[in-house]
T-cell receptor
Framework: DVKVTQSSRYLVKRTGEKVFLECVQD?????MFWYRQDPGLGLRLIYF???????EKGDIPEGYSVSREKKERFSLILESASTNQTSMYLC?????????????FGEGSWLTVV | SQKIEQNSEALNIQEGKTATLTCNYT??????LQWYRQDPGRGPVFLLL?????KEKRKERLKVTFDTTLKQSLFHITASQPADSATYLC??????????FGAGTRLTVKP
């Protein structure tokens, strides 16, 4: 079974802190994604990566950065956390290529910024 | 601008009936459309994928249609059960390495 593992399930951070959310997948997927999910807004794409050291902005990249130094690991970084970044963050991965495969999600990381 | 709209935020139906959920999109030309199920506090789980040249896809009690002229997908659950209660998300693959999701429809099946 495909496994996407997010390092932290629940975090509470203070405004201005630097926050790292880590994600690891075990299926050798090329693509990895970070989404945030808020009530009424659904899943919004923050960043995605289609290869090591490659990244693309999604719909809401402001206030976030990402790092992909190894194929299996994709990190989301909040340089200076703010209260409007309180949300559930979902990491996902998929194969690339012409025959598109499904996206596999982690269990989510609930971040509260106080 | 690109938009994905799912018909309603919440849908309540009686056990045994067919649930029909709608996904409409604008300013997309998706090669694939996918449906996911999400339970509270969990990540979404893939259910079905339908390609742009397919009209209909079935899997057990699930059926998905895809009308690229209307820019709409319908997701049906027949003989619904309380265990089908969850939020259902449609997702569009732009064939560009990224996926965009609708806000979801929360389905409640009452016994």
């Amino acid at each position: 079974d495909v496994k996407v593992t997010q390092s932290s399930r629940y975090l509470v951070k203070r405004t201005g802190e630097k926050v790292f959310l880590e994600c690891v997948q075990d299926m050798d997927h090329e693509n990895m994604f970070w989404y945030r999910q808020d009530p009424g807004l659904g899943l919004r794409l923050i960043y995605f990566s289609y290869d090591v050291k490659m990244k693309e902005k999604g719909d809401i990249p402001e206030g976030y950065s990402v790092s992909r130094e190894k194929k299996e690991r994709f990190s989301l970084i909040l340089e200076s956390a703010s209260t409007n970044q309180t949300s559930m963050y979902l990491c996902a991965s998929s194969f690339a290529g012409n025959e598109r495969n499904t996206i596999y999600f982690g269990e989510g990381s609930w971040l509260t910024v106080v | 601008s690109q938009k994905i709209e799912q018909n309603s935020e919440a849908l309540n139906i009686q056990e045994g009936k067919t649930a029909t959920l709608t996904c409409n999109y604008t300013n997309y030309s998706p090669a694939y459309l996918q449906w996911y199920r999400q339970d509270p506090g969990r990540g979404p789980v893939f259910l079905l994928l339908i390609r742009e040249n397919e009209k209909e896809k079935r899997k057990e009690r699930l059926k998905v249609t895809f009308d690229t002229t209307l820019k709409q997908s319908l997701f049906h659950i027949t003989a619904s059960q309380p265990a089908d209660s969850a939020t259902y998300l449609c997702a569009l693959d732009n064939n560009n390495n990224d996926m965009r999701f609708g806000a979801g429809t929360r389905l409640t099946v009452k016994p």
